[in-house]
């Protein structure tokens, strides 16, 4: 373990497609978001549910700054999972799918845990997944959803057993 660094364990082939998620949901919430999307929506609850002019008002005042934040939480993600597709030109088929540590800096694990929890909620969304029943561990559209939240727990632990 090295100080301030939270090691977890990922395969190369993870990293990849955990940075391609990272990517499509960086365009979800771009600059040309579709703020009637109901996994944007999702991303930026309103405190007014019952007063629909006073969700109004506070989404159009609150929205670009919140999807912004989470923006930089996931360009701080991908920016660590860059090296990824570059080594897997030269990586023996084998390795793709062998887990190898992963270190994550301590000031990135926030931004790491917030990026997993909103893709999450992104796929949640799509799935139709709003309480617990609704979600069908035998349905294979859900493999993503739960992936992303055993990493997500992996990480957590990762965190809490080596101090931070």
Do not use: C, N
């Amino acid at each position: 373990m090295s100080a301030g660094i939270v090691q977890v364990r990922l395969a190369p082939a993870e990293e990849l497609q955990l940075r391609h998620l990272i990517e499509d949901f960086r365009e979800l919430i771009g600059a040309e978001r579709d703020s009637a999307d109901p996994a944007v929506a999702r991303l930026t609850p309103s405190p007014y549910p019952g007063d629909s002019d006073a969700a109004h008002e506070f989404r159009a005042a609150t929205e670009d700054d919140l999807l912004g934040r989470r923006d930089a939480d996931a360009a701080t993600v991908v920016a660590a999972l860059a090296s990824t597709e570059q080594e897997l030109v030269t990586m023996a088929e084998e390795k793709l799918f062998a887990e190898r540590e992963r270190g994550i800096p301590v000031e990135d694990l926030d931004a790491w845990l917030r990026t997993l929890t909103a893709l999450r909620l992104v796929i949640a969304t799509r799935l139709g997944i709003d309480r617990e029943e609704h979600h069908d561990p035998d349905d294979a559209r859900f493999g993503v959803y739960d992936w992303l939240g055993y990493r997500l727990e992996l990480l957590i632990e990762a965190a809490e057993e080596q101090g931070f």
